[in-house]
């Protein structure tokens, strides 16, 4: 089980454009996920509190969450996801390959 969520507890069910970026010492990296109309943000009563990323681990979070509109409705999310560390970075690619698994994603490294 891997799922992003926007709210605890409700799981958002569009899959993501993700985009990765790293150092060239490995040392910190950045996560960009790009949501096209999430039902995080359809949905009636939910409140978008950060960017959490769950599986059998536990949770990763961000609170860099940026909603975009389109002539006043809602038409997408972006979310940044931070390593600081190899560490962090290591622990966030075991989280993606779960989700990718279970999602049919794949990698294109650039």
Do not use: C, H
Not at 78 to 83: D, Q, S
């Amino acid at each position: 089980m891997a799922e992003v969520q926007f709210a605890r507890g409700v799981a958002e069910e569009v899959i993501p454009d993700v985009r990765l970026t790293r150092s060239k010492d490995g040392s910190n990296g950045t996560a960009t996920f790009y949501f096209d109309y999430p039902q995080a943000l359809s949905e009636d009563g939910v409140e978008v509190t950060g960017m959490y990323l769950v599986d059998e681990e536990g949770e990763l979070v961000t609170r860099e969450v940026k909603g975009k509109f389109i002539n006043g409705e809602p038409a997408g999310i972006e979310a940044i996801y931070v390593m600081k560390s190899v560490e962090d970075w290591d622990r966030f690619m075991r989280f993606m390959n779960r989700y990718a698994e279970q999602n049919g994603l794949g990698f294109t490294k650039s």
